[in-house]
C-alpha cells in the first residue's frame, strides 16, 4: 500500500502569519521543525496502519522546507520545485493507493487561517465548475482521475470543514482553530503529533485504488484583486477575459486544469508590481 503525503505549511502546527512560512525568515525556521513533526506524525501513523511505502511530496513555496535530516527514515521525499502536478507530484505513477493532504488550508477569499489559493493576495477567489475552490479541492479533483482517495486531511478547523467539499469520506485533524486570517488557538506539536498518528493509522482504512475518474471538461474562472492581473492571465492560450478582473478557461480534463492554472498563477504574480499590486 503506497501513500502519498502532499505537504503544504500554511496549515501545520503552529503556523498563523505570513512570516512563519516566508522561506528565510526567523519565524519560518522555527516552524520547519513543528511542520516536520506533522509529516513523520503522518508517516508513522500510515505505517502502522499497514502503508508500505510512504512518498512525501513537498507542496509549499519553494518545497524545500521540511527538513530532510529529521524526515522518517522509512519514508521518502519529492523536494524542489517545477513538477508536472506541482503539490501532487508522484500520484501520476499510477500505483499511489491513497493520498494525505497535510498542512492545508482554505482557499481565497474564504475565512481561514492563511487563506488563498496558490497566490497569497493576488486571487480573490477560484471556482471549478462553478464551486468555490480551494487547493484541496483543485488536487482532490486531479487524483481523482488516477484512482487515488484522499483519505486524511490537516489544517485549521475551517481547512478541515473545507475537506467536506471534497473528501467527505477522508479523516481530518484540527491542529488549530482559526480566529482570523493570521491569529489561531493552537495545539502544541506533542498534541497534534499524537492526533495525526491516531488519524493517519484510522484513514489506512480508506485506502486502496478506485476506478480513475472518469476524465471531463474541467471549467475554471479565477478573480484577481486588479484589472491588469487579469489581463496578464489572458495571454495564456484558452483563457478569456469575462470581467474587468475574472478570467475563465475550459479544459479537457483534471490534469490540464491544473497545468493551466499554474500557467495562469505565474503570469498573474510576474504583473505584480511592488507597491500597487
Not at 63 to 81: K, Q
Not at 126 to 138: C, F, H, K, R, T
Request: net charge negative; aromatic share 6%; hydrophobic share 40%.
Amino acid at each position: 500500500m503506497k501513500i502519498l503525503i502532499s505537504a503544504d505549511m500554511e496549515g501545520a502546527t503552529g503556523v498563523t502569519w505570513p512570516a512563519d512560512c516566508e522561506p528565510g525568515t526567523e519565524q519560518w525556521q522555527r516552524c520547519r521543525s513543528m511542520f516536520t513533526s506533522d509529516v513523520n506524525a503522518a508517516i508513522d501513523g500510515l505505517l502502522r496502519g499497514g502503508a508500505t511505502e510512504v512518498l512525501v511530496n513537498e507542496a509549499h513555496s519553494t518545497m524545500r522546507n521540511l527538513l530532510l535530516e529529521e524526515l522518517d527514515e522509512r519514508a521518502t521525499m519529492i523536494t524542489g520545485r517545477h513538477k508536472e502536478l506541482s503539490m501532487v507530484e508522484g500520484v501520476q505513477t499510477g500505483d499511489v493507493d491513497g493520498v494525505v493532504f497535510l498542512g492545508y488550508h482554505c482557499g481565497a477569499g474564504d475565512d481561514g487561517v492563511l487563506a488563498h489559493t496558490y497566490l497569497p493576495n493576488a486571487i480573490t477567489g477560484v471556482w471549478l465548475d462553478g464551486q468555490p475552490a480551494s487547493e484541496g479541492y483543485l488536487n482532490a479533483a486531479v487524483v481523482a482521475e488516477y484512482g487515488t482517495p484522499v483519505i486524511l486531511v490537516t489544517g485549521d478547523d475551517r481547512a478541515c470543514e473545507d475537506a467536506g467539499a471534497y473528501a467527505p469520506a477522508a479523516r481530518t485533524v484540527a491542529v488549530k482553530d482559526h480566529v482570523s486570517r493570521y491569529a489561531a488557538r493552537c495545539r502544541p506539536p506533542a498534541r497534534t503529533a499524537a492526533d495525526i498518528r491516531g488519524e493517519a493509522e484510522r484513514a489506512m482504512a480508506l485506502a486502496g485504488r478506485l476506478g480513475p475518474a472518469e476524465p471531463s471538461s474541467k471549467a475554471m474562472e479565477i478573480e484577481v484583486d486588479s484589472a491588469q492581473l487579469a489581463q496578464a492571465a489572458a495571454v495564456v492560450p484558452g483563457v478569456t477575459r469575462t470581467g474587468a478582473r475574472r478570467v475563465r478557461y475550459t479544459s479537457p480534463d483534471a490534469y490540464e486544469m491544473i497545468r493551466a492554472f499554474k500557467a495562469v498563477c505565474t503570469l498573474i504574480s510576474n504583473a505584480m508590481e511592488k507597491d500597487y499590486g
